[in-house]
C-alpha cells in the first residue's frame, strides 16, 4: 500500500549504506518499478549503479537491471551500459550490464563485438560465463559463434565458463559433427567436475544412441574422482538404461560401496524409484538404514515406500 511516506522511506534505504543488503536490493528494485516517473529515481538509479558508496555489488547490479528494464530509451542508458560492461572494477556490474545489453540491445552493432571481447578477455570468469551463453542464446547463426563456444568449452581457465560453453553446444549444436567428439572429450578429460557433469548429463540427454554414451556413462559412475559426476551419470543411467542388465548390479554395488554421499544418495534413490519390485531392493535399503555412516542417504526412501 503507498502512502506518502512510502517514496522517501524507500529512498533512503535505498541509499543508507549501514543498512541490510537484502532491504538496499528491495528498495531499489521498488523504485524501479513503482516510481519511474518521480524525477528523482533516475538519478538515484544511476547513482546507485556507478558510484554506491558501500561499493556492494548486489547493489550496484540491481540498480544496472532497474535501469536497463525501465530507461532503455533513455539516451544516457546505453552508453552507461557500455561503459560498466567494459571499464567497471565491480564485476557484478559487468555481467549485469553484459546482460542487459544482450537482452535490451541485440540490434545495436556494437553490442556483439562487445559480448564477444568479454567472453574471452573479461579478468572474471562470471562475466565470461554470461557472455557465453548471452552469445549461444541470442547469436547462434553467427559464424563466430561456434568456434568461439568451443574455444571457451576446451580453453577457458575456469569450469563455470566450460561449462557454459558445453552446454550451450549440446543445445545449440547437437548437428554439429564436432560437438559429440568434443562432449565425449569434456566429460572425461576436463580437469573439473563442472565441465565434466554438464558433459555428461548432455550426452544422456541428447546422445542416448551413440555407442559411446552408454559405457562411458558406467566409467563415470564409477571411476570419476568427483562424486557429483559420478552422481550426474548414477541418475543418467537408472533415467534412460533401466533395462539394461548391468544397471541394476551397478546401483546395488554404488549404493553401498561408493566412498561418496551424494554417489551413494543418487543409486539409492534409483533402486527405490525404479526397482521397488526387485526383492533385492528393500532388504538392501533396510540394510542402508542401518548402516549406511550418512544418516541422510537411505532413510528417506524407506519412509516413502507403501
Given at each position: 500500500m ?12 535505498a ?8 532491504a538496499?536490493?528491495a528498495?531499489?528494485r ?6 519511474p516517473e ?9 547513482d ?8 556492494d555489488e ?12 525501465g ?8 552508453p ?9 572494477q565491480?564485476?557484478?556490474a ?6 542487459a545489453l ?10 556483439l563485438?562487445?559480448?564477444?571481447y568479454?567472453?574471452t578477455?573479461d579478468?572474471?570468469?562470471y562475466v ?20 568461439l563456444?568451443r574455444?571457451?568449452?576446451t580453453t ?14 549440446a543445445a545449440g ?10 562432449l565425449?572429450n569434456?566429460a572425461?578429460?576436463?580437469q ?5 557433469r ?21 566409467d ?10 559420478r ?10 538404461w ?5 544397471t ?6 554404488l ?5 561418496d ?11 527405490a524409484?525404479?526397482?521397488r ?6 532388504p538392501?535399503?533396510?540394510d542402508?538404514?542401518?548402516t ?11 519412509s516413502e515406500r507403501?
Amino acid at each position: 500500500m503507498r502512502t506518502s511516506a512510502t517514496l522517501p522511506l524507500l529512498r533512503d534505504l535505498a541509499t543508507t549504506t549501514d543498512q541490510y543488503e537484502a532491504a538496499r536490493r528491495a528498495a531499489t528494485r521498488a523504485l524501479g518499478a513503482g516510481w519511474p516517473e518521480d524525477p528523482a529515481t533516475l538519478p538515484l538509479l544511476r547513482d546507485l549503479a556507478t558510484t554506491d558508496q558501500n561499493e556492494d555489488e548486489d547493489i550496484r547490479e540491481t540498480a544496472v537491471e532497474a535501469l536497463a528494464a525501465g530507461w532503455p530509451e533513455d539516451p544516457a542508458t546505453l552508453p552507461l551500459l557500455r561503459d560498466l560492461a567494459t571499464t567497471d572494477q565491480d564485476w557484478a556490474a559487468r555481467r549485469a550490464a553484459v546482460e542487459a545489453l544482450a537482452a535490451g540491445w541485440r540490434e545495436d552493432p556494437g553490442t556483439l563485438p562487445l559480448l564477444r571481447y568479454r567472453a574471452t578477455t573479461d579478468q572474471d570468469e562470471y562475466v565470461r560465463e554470461a557472455a557465453t551463453r548471452a552469445l549461444a542464446a541470442g547469436w547462434p547463426e553467427d559464424p563466430a559463434t561456434l568456434p568461439l563456444l568451443r574455444n571457451r568449452a576446451t580453453t577457458d581457465e575456469h569450469e563455470y565458463v566450460r561449462q557454459a560453453a558445453v552446454r550451450a553446444l549440446a543445445a545449440g549444436w547437437p548437428e554439429d559433427p564436432g560437438t559429440l567428439p568434443l562432449l565425449l572429450n569434456r566429460a572425461t578429460t576436463d580437469q573439473d567436475e563442472a565441465a565434466r557433469r554438464a558433459a555428461v548429463e548432455a550426452l544422456a540427454a541428447g546422445w542416448p544412441e551413440d555407442p559411446a554414451t552408454l559405457p562411458l556413462l558406467r566409467d563415470r559412475a564409477t571411476t570419476d574422482q568427483h562424486e557429483y559426476v559420478r552422481e550426474a551419470a548414477t541418475r543418467a543411467l537408472a533415467a534412460g538404461w533401466r533395462e539394461d542388465p548391468a544397471t541394476l548390479p551397478l546401483l546395488r554395488d554404488l549404493a553401498t560401496t561408493d566412498q561418496d554421499r551424494a554417489a551413494r544418495r543418487a543409486a539409492v534413490e534409483a533402486l527405490a524409484g525404479g526397482w521397488r519390485e526387485d526383492p533385492g531392493t528393500l532388504p538392501l535399503l533396510r540394510d542402508l538404514a542401518t548402516t549406511d555412516q550418512n544418516e541422510d542417504v537411505p532413510y528417506s526412501q524407506l519412509s516413502e515406500r507403501p
